[in-house]
């Protein structure tokens, strides 16, 4: 990566060009992180007493957040749920959408783009628009009516109600899957696909023993992208379904939020910030232990 | 790949998915130009016999829906669009201006190991809930707290390390000979840069300044855990629709979330071809 004609000194004097940036993260990010870090280790409330005044609890909110917190750990389980039922669907519908573009047609260039722009519209304008459409007189349950199931209220019932956020989320983020899927289907080299079909493989054994393995960590980075997002998700289950029927749709997001700006336990809050940012931490890094030199040699 | 057309019962199939990604888009596009009486009828009215433009003047002149007999309970959009603007330009300039020194910086003259993107990705993955508690401590501290420069800084911190890394991506892309090309010829490292590297990635850098915008245009968190009096954007606008006590003005909300939705879509057009890059962290380069 190195072996340039520039010396070490120049090397030396370029760490310039990192700094500006440095600074604007280490004053902006990583302080108010510290900040939070260590306020998750004390009983700190806004409504209670100065940040200095807080007792010092180690680790106490961590232990109560893992053993006894059932909303919590409800809201974990309930978020990896959402997270495999939606990544499922989203990579399967992708992956069809992907396989119909290799074919050419008319008006390909068009619909690629209609394709794409689910993933263009604001989280909040999609999380309002879905909830128009699973209004109890929506267009959702007109057409559901038509088929004669009649009166579905999506919102009063816990199980209707994460269907609407599955629905939702799969709506809004299938196109990432179709986008990273296409760009790896196009990257297949197609020689060994010929040889293949010369020496008489279907289709089948075409896809599986030829091209899937070419787009395995295209995959992967497609899963550990989309990943990261769902875990953070609130501001779609927020607008659609407020976390609610009871807690039926808290995800870890709506959770934390609710900790921290509703009923100020913000040290709390805090503590279990960082447990997930733990666990996250070490799910995208053990999933991108198979792509990580695509990722970090980006001379592709 | 096979360059095939379509089989027969493959089009079908293409254009039931398309009806539905479509879907949501033309319902929310049919509610905006509802009048009142269509807004909430059941069943409801899939395409307006009488379509308007009021909701879009209302978001502009909250009276002007009272022609309708709708009790103007609603509140003028002017500055949360003003504020979206302000907010979302500037911290995408900062973002973008920091990322790309950042970048050459982290292109040519530093060794990137595995740790570099797993930091970066880091950022990403951290709950806004959760960095949302530090800031408003740290806000409220420094009175920073519902003002502009709070969410601009905000903003530009979250987006940094992606438009840096983005950018990283496209100077990697570039051989080095022509900088030090421009070197040898008596430019000093930063002018070689202005007037080599800088000129070269313009598709790129023009396609990271739309990502970074698309980011920050749709954040709505940050925002509203900061606004109060002073600072609106139009996401914390548009998700108050929630809390009306007085009914909720759909049109006029969807009208607002139209005006939203389309400087991305046509930003997402012209960026297609980065896209996939972008949005993988240059992990996929086409």
């Known amino acids: 990566m190195s072996n340039s004609r520039l010396n070490a000194s120049a090397k030396n004097q370029g760490r310039v060009f990192t700094i500006p940036g440095q600074v604007v993260s280490l004053v902006v990010l990583v302080t108010p992180l510290l900040v939070a870090l260590y306020m998750s280790f004390t009983d700190w409330s806004p409504t209670r007493s100065s940040l200095s005044g807080a007792s010092f609890l180690g680790l106490e909110n961590y232990q109560e957040l893992l053993i006894y917190d059932n909303r919590f750990l409800q809201a974990v389980g309930r978020t990896a749920l959402l997270a495999v039922i939606c990544l499922s669907l989203e990579f399967v519908f992708g992956l069809a959408l992907a396989t119909l573009f290799l074919r050419t047609f008319r008006g390909q260039r068009f619909l690629f783009s209609a394709f794409l722009s689910p993933m263009m519209v604001l989280p909040v304008v999609v999380g309002y628009t879905f909830w128009m459409l699973f209004q109890s007189n929506g267009p959702v349950n007109q057409v559901l009516a038509l088929i004669g199931v009649t009166s579905v209220e999506w919102f009063r019932d816990s199980s209707l109600a994460f269907l609407a956020v599955v629905v939702t989320e799969v709506w809004h983020w299938t196109p990432l899957f179709f986008l990273i899927l296409l760009s790896g289907l196009n990257a297949v080299p197609e020689n060994p696909i010929r040889a293949a079909v010369i020496l008489g493989a279907s289709p089948r054994q075409v896809f599986w023993k030829v091209v899937f393995p070419a787009l395995r960590p295209v995959i992967i980075v497609a899963f550990v992208i989309r990943a990261m997002e769902v875990i953070k998700i609130f501001d779609e289950v927020f607008l659609l379904t407020r976390g609610g029927p009871g807690s039926a749709t808290e995800t870890i997001s709506l959770y934390i939020y609710k900790l921290a700006f509703n009923d100020f336990q913000l040290a709390y809050g805090a503590a279990a910030a960082f447990l997930v940012l733990a666990g996250s931490l070490l799910m995208v890094h053990l999933l991108m232990i198979p792509v990580r030199d695509q990722l970090l040699d980006n001379r592709g | ?286």
């Open chain 2, 1 to 286: 790949m096979l360059n095939r057309p379509l089989s027969l019962w493959q089009i079908p199939l293409l254009l039931v998915a398309l009806a539905l990604v479509l879907f949501p888009i033309f319902w929310l596009v049919m509610t905006a130009i509802k009048p009142p009486i269509d807004w909430n009828a059941s069943p409801a009215i899939w395409i307006p016999s009488e379509p308007t433009l009021i909701n879009f003047r209302t978001l502009f002149d909250p009276a002007a829906i009272r022609a309708y007999g709708v009790g103007g309970v609603s509140q003028a959009a002017t500055k949360a669009v003003v504020g979206s603007i302000v907010a979302s330009v500037s911290a995408t300039f900062l973002a973008v201006a920091l990322g790309l020194v950042s970048a050459i910086g982290l292109s040519r003259y530093s060794r990137t190991n595995w740790s570099t993107p797993l930091v970066i990705l880091s950022g990403r993955m951290f709950p806004p809930a959760a960095i949302a508690v530090p800031f408003v401590i740290i806000f409220s501290l420094t009175s920073l707290m519902d003002t502009y420069p709070g969410l601009v800084a905000i903003y530009t911190a979250v987006t940094l390390p992606f438009s840096t890394w983005m950018l990283k991506s496209f100077v990697d892309d570039l051989p080095r000979e022509m900088e030090e090309a421009a070197m040898l010829d008596g430019k000093s490292r930063i002018m070689a840069h202005l007037t080599v590297t800088v000129p070269l990635i313009k598709g790129g850098l023009f396609s990271t300044t739309m990502l970074v915008f698309i980011l920050n245009w749709s954040e709505y968190m940050f925002a509203q855990v900061l606004s109060n009096t002073e600072l609106a954007t139009i996401p914390v606008q548009l998700a108050k629709y929630v809390t009306a006590t007085a009914g909720t003005l759909y049109g006029v909300q969807a009208a607002l979330a139209v005006l939203a939705m389309i400087p991305l879509i046509l930003g997402g057009f012209f960026i297609q071809g980065h896209l996939a890059r972008g949005l993988t962290f240059g992990a996929i380069k086409k």
